[in-house]
């Protein structure tokens, strides 16, 4: 029971509202203090002898002190500022009746207006300070009007403990709001400074957040973009201008396929964008090229994930690395083992002819050796001639073969230095030096004027064209008027060099076998079967290719060969 009587001249507390607690507290104040303030002025006033009045005094102060019970019925009900309002217009009726009940201004009640202002302000709002100041003003106004043209009832005013007590309560209530709000305004101002300061520190923590953030990101090799839904970028990391060597403000507000240089990969990633528009937060990985500002293809692996969903981002966030040095050297690696596989290919079947065809001569040397060794014993003169030729025949094919085969194995070494070779003056050298050979076959020679210059070892690609006339000299046939044409053309913006004869032609099966070590067509023909497995290792070291072009037996063979400018 104590508990709750004490509760009820306690100040209700809104946890959800920390002002209207406040104003609950100061008018809890002025209503404690009236409490009690009632009856000490009554008994002030008996003790002070001002009996005459006293009955309507008694009244009106005995009303207000009703009424305050009320005011505190609606303030515990969460209705703070009409109990604010209703407490001011009462005790500000209240002092109005009790001055004019006293006959003059100069009653102690008119301090009461000062009350009225101070509370005016700190339980209802800083606006209703003017209000009712103005009020308080008007009606001291008037009542000071109504006093000197004698319109109030005639002055009761002595010095009585009543008015001391007045003032006393007065200056009690204005000193307890007075403190209560400066309090109050210290506390607040103490709670600014704290707040402030711990604004501060965050903001501190988060500016060097940002700093080692952006520390991070202008310095990390990979670029960041951030991008809309439609692929139009609004940021760029400073990685992508070392990447791409685009500006960023060249590449802000652009779309990100402008910059992609293969149809495929245009459409690849409009896949990815609708595969992650329509899954959020999905992560993509893809490789893709995109074209630096100089022109030159870059190879990108990137990552792409949907964070338009996520309100500290709202994009598409794409991260790539430069991977062209990657990819050169994946390609590169897998170009030499190709080239490695085909290499070993060849030196599968090189050990397996070179086995094959040395092997005849030395067979035929052995199987004469034994003959010359029975013709002696018989003492057979007349084949004895025979078998030496025959040895030294087979010896001497041994040594071309191998002579062939040494100057086959330097090919893939260019001994002398490249250089910038006018293949009209070479191929003026390579036929005068088989001219006796062209003259023995009554073959004329036609040299194009449009040969172009080229970049390699000079005595090599003399040996192409000595090799190519001199076969197609060999292989001219019983043609009553055979022809040799050097000459150039142009075939998919490259220039190939051409050597045609009307000789005796190649089948079309034959094209590719021509070109391997020992392959000849007409076994008794002259010659090793390594000129053309050489030629063809010679343009091939240049980084050229050649081929033959022939619509098959007598209709003549053009061989074509093309090499790039390394220079280029």
Known sequence: MPTTFMRWFQA?????????????????????TFLVAVPVIIASSILGGNVPRLERIIIILTLAWLTIFGTRLAMLAGRVALAGVVTVVIIFIATTLSIYNLGTIRAPATSFYILIIVMS??????????????????????LLIAERNGLLPQPTLTITIAQGVTFTVVFAIIAILLFLAVKSIDEALARVRKELAERQHTEEKLRTSEERFRAMIENISEAIVLMNAQGIVYYLSPASERILGYSIAERIGLSAFDNLMRPEDISKLQNI??????????????????????????????????LLDLDSVQAIVVNYRDVTERIRAEAERKNYTEELGSQNAELERFTYTVSHDLRNPLVTIKGFLGSLEKDLQDGRQDRIQSDFRRIEGAADKMHALLSELLKLSRVGRIINPPVEVDLVKLTQEAVESLDARIRSKNVTVKISPDLPRVYGDSLRLRE?????????????????????????????????????DNGIGIDPKFHTRIF??????????????????????????????????????????TFCFSIPDDRK
């Open 273 to 306: 964008f609708r595969e992650l528009q329509a899954q959020p937060q999905m992560i993509q990985f893809f490789l893709i090229q995109a074209r630096h500002k100089d022109g030159s293809p870059r190879w990108l692996e990137a990552t792409a994930n949907n």
């Open 516 to 557: 391997g070590l020992f392959e000849k067509l007409d076994p008794t023909s002259e010659g090793t079967g390594i000129g053309l497995a050489l030629i063809k290792r010679i343009i091939e070291v240049h980084g050229g290719t050649i081929w033959v072009e022939s619509e098959g037996p007598g209709k003549g063979s």
């Open 121 to 142: 302000g700190l339980v209802i709002s800083r606006r209703a300070i003017i209000w009712m100041a103005g009020i308080c003003t008007i009606t001291i106004i008037m």
């Open 12 to 32: 209700p507390i809104f946890p959800d509202d920390e002002d209207k607690t406040r104003s609950a507290l100061l008018l809890n104040v002025v209503l404690n």
């Open 464 to 500: 192409v064209l000595e090799n190519l006339i001199d076969n197609a000299v060999k292989y001219m046939g019983e043609q009553t008027a055979p022809l040799i044409e050097i000459g150039m053309r142009e075939q998919t913006g490259n220039s190939v060099i051409f050597v045609r």
